[in-house]
């Protein structure tokens, strides 16, 4: 595969579940992100992951918590989630710090639907 | 911080026809890189066109041009020959050393082509 994968598509999960959501970029880049976007609202950066160092925690409530084991993958944990967390979850990659940002590549992003 | 401002929620064009969205940023650095994405209905987010700060020459893509004007702070998207498929949200977004490198985007703007 090329580019940025996420899995699952969509998922759907009660407020007492424990879900992770997957990102693997394909690219050789070292910045990762995870970005909430809701209808009628702006982007919001949640995480950033440089060369798998945490560079960004975007006051992020701590029922999400992100992980991430190598430059290649990145993992959304979600656990006891609210109603108003339903969105839909991209994931980002770059270059990352040490060369140029440059632009991002996103993936197809994860919808998520808190019940 | 850096600032990116779209002030057009929505945009309506006719199939062939030429649009323009618009874009204005906020930034004290003198170099740095200015974005737009587009992001079809239910598809992935990708980019359109890049446009570095020090290059005075406006960035082309096939029908996409851009009018960087970096005194005034905008960067607006032209779409020429604008055809179905170009119907999408829009995203201006900036990155550059003022930010840490983390991208800042707008709002967006929503492109409606009627046939």
């Known amino acids: 595969e090329t580019g940025v994968t996420q899995t699952p598509r969509h998922l759907v999960m009660g407020m007492t579940n424990k879900k992770s959501l997957k990102c693997e970029q394909h690219l050789g880049h070292n910045a990762m992100y995870w970005y909430k976007q809701s209808a009628k609202k702006p982007l919001e950066l949640m995480f950033v992951y440089n060369f798998k160092e945490q560079t960004e925690n975007n006051s992020v409530p701590s029922r999400f918590s992100p992980e991430c084991p190598n430059s290649s993958h990145l993992f959304l944990h979600l656990h006891t989630l609210q109603p108003e967390d339903s969105a839909l979850y991209l994931c980002a990659s770059s270059q990352g710090y040490g060369g140029e940002w440059y632009e991002q590549y996103f993936g197809p992003g994860t919808r998520l639907t808190v019940t | 911080a850096q600032t990116v401002t779209q002030s057009q929620p929505e945009m309506s064009v006719q199939e062939a026809e030429t649009v323009t969205l618009s874009c204005t940023y906020d930034?004290?650095?003198?170099?740095?890189?200015l974005f737009w994405y587009k992001q079809p209905p239910s598809r992935q987010m990708i980019l359109v066109i890049r446009?570095?700060?020090?290059?005075?020459q406006n960035a082309t893509e096939n029908r996409f041009s851009v009018n960087f004007q970096k005194a005034a702070k905008s960067f607006s998207l032209k779409i020429s020959d604008s055809q179905l498929g170009d119907a999408a949200m829009y995203f201006c977004a900036y990155n550059g050393p003022g930010g840490s490198y983390i991208p800042t985007f707008g709002r967006g703007t929503s492109l409606i082509v009627h046939p």
């Open positions: 446009q570095e700060a020090y290059k005075q």
């Open positions: 930034t004290s650095e003198s170099d740095y890189y």
